[in-house]
């Protein structure tokens, strides 16, 4: 599998528990993306990487949010003392290219994070 | 405040005949708009895209039209197929080249294609 590559699939966990997410990108090179997708919306952006450098956080990620990505490679996204509320699809994305100009974005499968 | 509005939760089309989804934005910055299409358990995945000095874009099936000065467009599939049967999502982007491209998606319209 040559995709952009998320773990776990899906999360169940119970409030106040800290879960992680793992997301395999294609390239090392590349921009890394992290959106957050409730039902009914589509993707939020949330943080991205310029190899291993978090250039941007959304006002949507609280301190209870940390995201890595070590030596440029795979990253992270923590979440510590989750609250019902954190429930949602948090995609990983990569940019992969462009059409027309615009940068196209790869996303992943996502991880499913369900808070009891 | 949302930039990007798809006011069309969903749509049925029969097989064949026309999709036509619509896409309204109110960011003026905006440069690229694309369209990913999502199936379910699987990540957007990109569809096509057109830069906001065209006002058309053709790839095969697809074509999407953009109307700069109402700030809409709208994404044409024709014949529509079973298989198209997705969830739509139209995004915009400032396209800025040195720093990171923030991609802004509407909420998604999801089709339904009727044999």
């Known amino acids: 599998d040559t995709g952009v590559s998320q773990n776990p699939r899906h999360k169940i966990t119970k409030r106040g528990q800290n879960v992680t997410f793992r997301c395999d990108p294609i390239?090392?090179?590349?921009?890394l993306y992290w959106y957050r997708q409730t039902l009914g919306q589509g993707p939020e952006f949330l943080t991205y990487?310029?190899?291993?450098?978090?250039?941007?956080k959304s006002r949507l990620l609280s301190d209870r949010f940390s995201a890595e990505r070590p030596k440029g490679s795979f990253s992270t996204l923590e979440i510590q003392r989750t609250e019902q509320g954190d429930s949602a699809m948090y995609l990983c994305a990569e940019e992969t290219g462009k059409s027309s100009g615009a940068n196209v974005l790869t996303f992943g499968a996502g991880s499913r994070l369900t808070v009891l | 405040d949302q930039q990007v509005k798809q006011n069309s939760p969903s749509l049925s089309v029969q097989e064949g005949r026309i999709s036509i989804l619509n896409c309204d934005y109110t960011?003026?910055?905006?440069?690229?708009f694309l369209w990913y299409k999502k199936y379910p358990a699987e990540g957007p995945t990109f569809l096509i895209s057109i830069s906001s000095i065209k006002d058309k874009n053709e790839d095969g099936r697809f074509t999407v039209f953009l109307n700069k000065s109402a700030k809409h467009l709208s994404l044409h599939i024709v014949p529509s197929q079973p298989g198209d049967s997705a969830v739509y999502f139209c995004a915009a982007s400032e396209g800025h080249e040195t720093s990171y491209d923030k991609v802004i998606f509407g909420p998604g319209t999801s089709l339904s294609v009727i044999p």
């Open positions: 990487f310029q190899n291993e450098a978090q250039l941007e």
């Open positions: 390239s090392e090179h590349n921009r």
């Open positions: 960011n003026s910055m905006f440069d690229y």
